[in-house]
């Protein structure tokens, strides 16, 4: 009975040394508080639609600057039809990265166009608008890193797909933010 | 030690050693969970620092926008934020400026200023506390630009592990406590139940065969209640059967005694004067001298028997000549009784391997037996048979019979059924034994009021 009794504390001990040297650690009790699933209101229940192409868990990201909702519409490639620009965080139980997409809408159906990762702690704005006055619309992403300032980067819509144009630093004041994101 | 002592005591050594091996897992579980989750917080802190940084903010001199930078690293941590120099000094500090000390020192500062993520725990040199320190490098167009360091105190989270550690160890101790409690009350069910037996057993080894053992429950425990109560029971048995015997063998050996003394008195005083007196008188002495020796025998036999002291002599006998000889032997006092005796034996029998005397003995004792339960007109027959794997000798009576509850009874020694005080009450007991030692066996049939069959069978 000894012997067992040791040997069982021994493969408790390796247990527990693989569980926790790996990488599978429980999340903490904070990341495990989010919001419950809102029902946003999107025209013609897009929501739906859009989330299903989402990871599993993915949560929008509301802007800190103005009342957007972390989806702004615009048409990029001048067909008419207006694409969507998704900002959200994925499944805050494997780590709360930030992400925006581009939806485009091809025969009555959403599809995700495009992607890239988010930085900073939140989304100042995003929004589809011509900022550099070319006569095109661009795609401009603001991420926050609170007091430190704010990054935003301006994609143009090239080849059918998204192309980084300019990522810069701004210190932007409550009201150029204003100016420059245009609230919609 | 006792029986309860030990129970408990195992009881106990399983409970403890569970309980602690639990307790080793939980605390350790806790405590790399607390660790890994502070240190999970400052490296995703410190990286999504670093990564904004290198985004947007590494066109700008490192220097010049520490102050800026430090407010935004800062902002949702509340660890203490450091931003080091590329040389390794210290820039900013969000507890405040104590001079601008060089911070290369760290081994996790270190690491980061090799572009490697620092993770270092230990102890603060200047206050000597337990402190957790991430360094990020901080990425610019050029290469290095500095680093970026969240760092912790781990007096409160070692202080929240101790805590957990203390509630689960008090549980722990609570649990044993519970279980000796319950393995104490659990044990008694058992205990109880040997001190009794021992009780008992006690009593019987000091001679009280009355006493009997509790039976609690039907387990080995009961099991053994039941067979000590029956031992009590054959003991006491046994012991009144040779209280019996010692009084009925009195009485036997009085009997014949009397008789002797009283016909040797007669004679005497006769002085030899009636001749038939005369003859009368020491024929009668002769049979009751016979009768005593006879019953002294069977006592020493029974006792060899009885040690197991005696051994065959075998040799090749003829059965049919062997059982026509005790047939004649017989005769006459068959006759005296007015019973009839036949032999029925086949000339075709095969001769087995027996000791002569002994196989005599019992077929003495089995016609003697018979005669001395058969009244008047009845008959005596002895038969044998060839059967398969030997042969089978049976005496057959049509007398008394034995009654059922006797039947198991009679090869017991010293039992005498049918109320009957003649004979030692060996007689069966050692016949059975005699055949047994030949590898045959004994068996009685009987009918009470019809009469008697002793069967032997005996292998060739
Ligand atoms: N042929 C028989 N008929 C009826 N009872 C018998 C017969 N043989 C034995 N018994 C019963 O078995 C008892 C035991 O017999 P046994 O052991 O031979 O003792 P004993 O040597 O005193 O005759 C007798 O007391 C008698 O009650």
Same mark, same amino acid.
């Given at each position: 009975?000894?012997?067992?009794?040791?040997?069982?504390?021994?493969?408790?001990?390796?247990?527990?040394?693989?569980?926790?040297?790996?990488?599978?650690?429980?999340?903490?009790?904070?990341?495990?508080?989010?919001?419950?699933?809102?029902?946003?209101?999107?025209?013609?229940?897009?929501?739906?639609?859009?989330?299903?192409?989402?990871?599993?868990?993915?949560?929008?990201?509301?802007?800190?600057?103005?009342?957007?909702?972390?989806?702004?519409?615009?048409?990029?490639?001048?067909?008419?039809?207006?694409?969507?620009?998704?900002?959200?965080?994925?499944?805050?139980?494997?780590?709360?990265?930030?992400?925006?997409?581009?939806?485009?809408?091809?025969?009555?159906?959403?599809?995700?166009?495009?992607?890239?990762?988010?930085?900073?702690?939140?989304?100042?704005?995003?929004?589809?608008?011509?900022?550099?006055?070319?006569?095109?619309?661009?795609?401009?992403?603001?991420?926050?890193?609170?007091?430190?300032?704010?990054?935003?980067?301006?994609?143009?819509?090239?080849?059918?797909?998204?192309?980084?144009?300019?990522?810069?630093?701004?210190?932007?004041?409550?009201?150029?933010?204003?100016?420059?994101?245009?609230?919609? | 030690?006792?029986?309860?002592?030990?129970?408990?005591?195992?009881?106990?050594?399983?409970?403890?050693?569970?309980?602690?091996?639990?307790?080793?897992?939980?605390?350790?579980?806790?405590?790399?969970?607390?660790?890994?989750?502070?240190?999970?917080?400052?490296?995703?802190?410190?990286?999504?620092?670093?990564?904004?940084?290198?985004?947007?903010?590494?066109?700008?001199?490192?220097?010049?926008?520490?102050?800026?930078?430090?407010?935004?690293?800062?902002?949702?941590?509340?660890?203490?934020?450091?931003?080091?120099?590329?040389?390794?000094?210290?820039?900013?500090?969000?507890?405040?400026?104590?001079?601008?000390?060089?911070?290369?020192?760290?081994?996790?500062?270190?690491?980061?200023?090799?572009?490697?993520?620092?993770?270092?725990?230990?102890?603060?040199?200047?206050?000597?506390?337990?402190?957790?320190?991430?360094?990020?490098?901080?990425?610019?167009?050029?290469?290095?630009?500095?680093?970026?360091?969240?760092?912790?105190?781990?007096?409160?989270?070692?202080?929240?592990?101790?805590?957990?550690?203390?509630?689960?160890?008090?549980?722990?101790?609570?649990?044993?406590?519970?279980?000796?409690?319950?393995?104490?009350?659990?044990?008694?069910?058992?205990?109880?139940?040997?001190?009794?037996?021992?009780?008992?057993?006690?009593?019987?080894? /000091?001679? %009280?065969? #009355?006493?009997?053992?509790?039976?609690?429950?039907? !387990? =080995?425990?009961?099991?053994?209640?039941?067979?000590? &109560?029956?031992?009590?029971?054959?003991?006491?048995?046994?012991?009144?059967?040779?209280?019996?015997?010692?009084?009925?063998?009195?009485?036997?050996?009085?009997?014949?005694?009397?008789?002797?003394?009283?016909?040797?008195?007669?004679?005497?005083?006769?002085?030899?004067?009636?001749?038939?007196?005369?003859?009368?008188?020491?024929?009668?002495?002769?049979?009751?001298?016979?009768?005593?020796?006879?019953?002294?025998?069977?006592?020493?036999?029974?006792?060899?028997?009885?040690?197991?002291?005696?051994?065959?002599?075998?040799?090749?006998?003829?059965?049919?000549?062997?059982?026509?000889?005790?047939?004649?032997?017989?005769?006459?006092?068959?006759?005296?009784?007015?019973?009839?005796? /036949?032999? %029925?034996? #086949?000339?075709?029998?095969?001769?087995?391997?027996? !000791? =002569?005397?002994?196989?005599?003995?019992?077929?003495? &004792?089995?016609?003697?037996?018979?005669?001395?339960?058969?009244?008047?007109?009845?008959?005596?027959?002895?038969?044998?048979?060839?059967?398969?794997?030997?042969?089978?000798?049976?005496?057959?009576?049509?007398?008394?019979?034995?009654?059922?509850?006797?039947?198991?009874?009679?090869?017991?020694?010293?039992?005498?059924?049918?109320?009957?005080?003649?004979?030692?009450?060996?007689?069966?007991?050692?016949?059975?034994?005699?055949?047994?030692?030949?590898?045959?066996?004994?068996?009685?049939?009987?009918?009470?009021?019809?009469?008697?069959?002793?069967?032997?069978?005996?292998?060739?």
């Amino acid at each position: 009975m000894r012997t067992i009794s040791k040997l069982a504390r021994a493969g408790f001990l390796v247990a527990a040394l693989l569980y926790f040297s790996g990488c599978r650690m429980p999340v903490t009790p904070n990341e495990l508080i989010n919001p419950p699933t809102s029902e946003l209101s999107l025209p013609e229940n897009k929501w739906d639609e859009i989330q299903k192409l989402l990871p599993k868990g993915a949560q929008l990201v509301p802007q800190t600057l103005g009342q957007g909702n972390g989806i702004a519409f615009g048409d990029l490639d001048g067909d008419g039809i207006d694409e969507a620009l998704i900002v959200y965080k994925e499944n805050p139980l494997h780590g709360k990265t930030l992400k925006a997409a581009l939806l485009k809408q091809k025969s009555a159906q959403w599809q995700i166009v495009w992607d890239t990762q988010g930085f900073g702690y939140g989304l100042d704005y995003s929004k589809i608008a011509d900022v550099n006055r070319d006569g095109l619309p661009e795609v401009v992403l603001s991420w926050s890193l609170g007091n430190a300032g704010t990054g935003m980067d301006v994609y143009v819509w090239r080849n059918d797909t998204l192309m980084l144009q300019s990522k810069e630093e701004y210190r932007a004041s409550p009201d150029k933010a204003t100016v420059v994101g245009g609230i919609s | 030690m006792g029986i309860q002592q030990r129970l408990v005591g195992s009881y106990l050594a399983v409970i403890a050693i569970t309980v602690a091996i639990l307790e080793i897992f939980l605390i350790f579980s806790v405590k790399s969970y607390y660790y890994r989750n502070v240190e999970r917080a400052l490296v995703s802190q410190a990286e999504l620092s670093a990564s904004f940084f290198h985004q947007y903010f590494s066109a700008e001199d490192l220097e010049k926008q520490t102050e800026r930078l430090l407010k935004g690293f800062s902002q949702h941590s509340a660890a203490q934020v450091q931003i080091i120099s590329r040389s390794g000094q210290l820039l900013q500090d969000s507890t405040g400026m104590r001079g601008s000390p060089m911070m290369t020192d760290y081994p996790d500062v270190q690491e980061a200023r090799n572009g490697d993520v620092g993770i270092w725990q230990g102890r603060e040199p200047s206050t000597d506390e337990s402190v957790l320190a991430v360094s990020y490098p901080l990425q610019s167009v050029d290469g290095n630009a500095g680093v970026v360091r969240y760092v912790t105190s781990l007096t409160e989270t070692k202080k929240t592990v101790d805590r957990i550690s203390e509630i689960l160890i008090t549980v722990g101790i609570i649990v044993v406590a519970i279980v000796t409690v319950v393995g104490v009350l659990l044990s008694r069910t058992i205990t109880s139940s040997v001190s009794e037996l021992k009780f008992a057993a006690r009593k019987m080894s /000091e001679g %009280d065969f #009355s006493a009997r053992a509790k039976k609690r429950y039907r !387990d =080995e425990l009961g099991t053994l209640a039941d067979t000590l &109560n029956a031992m009590a029971t054959k003991i006491q048995r046994d012991e009144a059967l040779k209280n019996d015997f010692i009084s009925s063998v009195s009485h036997e050996l009085r009997t014949p005694l009397t008789s002797i003394k009283g016909w040797a008195v007669t004679l005497y005083s006769n002085r030899g004067e009636d001749r038939t007196l005369l003859e009368d008188g020491l024929r009668i002495i002769e049979t009751e001298t016979d009768r005593l020796t006879r019953m002294v025998d069977e006592l020493l036999d029974f006792s060899k028997w009885d040690n197991g002291q005696i051994e065959l002599y075998r040799v090749s006998l003829d059965l049919s000549d062997f059982l026509r000889n005790i047939g004649k032997q017989l005769a006459p006092r068959a006759a005296r009784l007015n019973i009839t005796l /036949e032999v %029925d034996v #086949s000339d075709t029998i095969p001769s087995v391997q027996v !000791d =002569e005397n002994r196989l005599k003995q019992v077929m003495i &004792n089995l016609i003697d037996n018979a005669l001395k339960f058969t009244s008047d007109n009845g008959s005596v027959k002895i038969f044998a048979r060839q059967v398969e794997g030997g042969v089978r000798i049976i005496v057959e009576d049509t007398g008394a019979g034995i009654a059922s509850q006797d039947i198991d009874h009679v090869f017991q020694k010293f039992y005498k059924g049918n109320g009957s005080t003649h004979g030692s009450g060996l007689g069966l007991s050692i016949s059975d034994q005699i055949i047994k030692q030949h590898g045959g066996t004994l068996t009685l049939e009987s009918r009470i009021g019809v009469g008697t069959k002793a069967i032997i069978h005996l292998p060739v």
